[in-house]
């Protein structure tokens, strides 16, 4: 059973003004205290961008720029400091024609080899599946990685990053087919690690399958800590959103299990939070807190985190921005934001280090 670890203590406190509490269960064991990092100034963040609808993915370019991708629209744009956002291209998609429409341009992610093989990576929605495609910024002609991943109106999943190992890491929904998570011959409902061309790395934990983890709903945080271990936010059904750490080849226990379980073949998480409270999205880990995007929660969550442990996590940004998608570290050392409220209001906001 994983450990848990006391609160982010004195980095967060003397931002108390702009932080709620949880009422968020974690795993209980011994307590393990982290080591401190600097935090984030998030009483005044500076604005990159706005007037966007739904921007899912955020990544940045080796000059320190960002790109988003437009849920709704397929368009891709250049954000920075200083400068109105930019259409670079677009990529035909599926979706948004609902509130309850979930498909479309979701995550992006910038090749590690970009500055010679110039590809971006992202993950949306077409008439007959989820896929990952690969183009260049200057042609915008986008050559397919993997395809037939399942799609439905909502649970696609949807975040793509490359690890610390160099490999892609895409994260799928069940697509409203809760059996998809539990079938190892679906790539629906998990974690799905692959060679940067979509094939499958000769060590996988599943033998001659992209499946890393499984038995997962609707999977659309993924981040990494310093040491390589991976976590992972969970979208829950009607009860427990999910804070995991990501074992290869577990199962997570979707649809068995919502929650904690207990069950022994099944992966528990290390916190669990209401669905009101999270209805978690983006995630990114820095130092030792992790930073967890809340849509439906309206905040974003801060927990302390250490070799697949966590403590008590802090909310910040309560209700002051709306729905929260996703969360970067950007290349400037400051924390990268995007909102998620539709009808041209949102935005992209940077929150500066303290002491940066």
């Known amino acids: 059973m994983r450990r848990r ?31 401190q990092e600097p935090a984030f100034d998030f009483r005044t963040g500076d604005t990159v961008a706005e007037g966007l609808t739904i921007p ?8 320190g720029s960002g790109i988003v991708a437009e849920r709704n629209s397929g368009d891709v744009l250049r ?21 309850i429409d979930e498909r479309g341009l979701l995550g992006l992610a910038v090749s590690p080899e ?20 690969r183009f260049h910024l200057d042609t915008f002609d986008p050559e397919p990685v993997l395809t037939g991943i399942p799609s439905a109106l909502n649970h696609n999943g949807g975040r793509l990053s490359f690890g610390p190992d160099g490999k892609l890491y895409i994260t799928t929904g069940d697509a409203n087919d809760t059996a998809n998570a539990q079938d190892l011959d679906s790539l629906g409902g998990k974690i799905l690690r692959a060679d940067a061309d979509g094939s499958v790395p000769e060590d996988n934990p599943i033998e001659g399958s992209l499946v890393y983890t499984w038995g997962n709903r ?10 390589g271990g991976m976590y992972f936010s969970e979208l829950g059904q009607n009860t427990w959103d999910e804070l995991n750490y990501a074992e290869p080849g577990a199962n997570y226990g979707w649809p068995e299990v919502e929650g904690t379980g207990g069950a022994p073949e099944f992966v528990d998480p290390l916190l669990t939070w209401s669905t009101a409270e999270a209805s978690p999205s983006g995630a990114e880990v820095v130092g030792d ?50 909102t998620s409220n539709g009808g041209g209001q ?3 906001i940077r929150y500066r280090p303290i002491g940066g």
Do not use: K
């Not at 406190?13 to 982290?34: D, I, W």
């Open 56 to 63: 899912w993915g955020l990544a940045f370019l080796p000059d």
């Open 114 to 133: 970009f500055a010679t093989d110039g590809w971006v990576y992202a993950y949306l929605s077409t008439a007959e599946d989820n896929r990952v495609v």
């Open 218 to 227: 609707n999977v659309q945080g993924l981040t990494w800590d310093a040491n």
């Open 5 to 35: 670890l006391p609160a982010i203590g004195a980095a967060l406190a003397g931002l108390a003004l702009a932080m709620g509490t949880a009422t968020a269960a974690a795993q209980e064991g011994p307590e393990v205290e982290p080591a």
């Open 289 to 338: 807190t992790m930073y967890i995007a809340a849509l439906r929660g309206q905040r974003l969550w801060t927990v302390p985190v250490d070799g697949g442990e966590a403590g008590a996590p802090v909310a910040v940004l309560d209700g002051e921005l709306g729905r929260i998608r996703t969360v970067e570290l950007g290349p400037d050392g400051w924390l990268w934001v995007t």
């Open 79 to 99: 954000v920075g400091v200083g400068a109105d956002p930019v259409v670079l291209g677009n990529l035909e998609v599926v979706g948004g024609t609902s509130q």
């Open 346 to 348: 949102d935005e992209v």
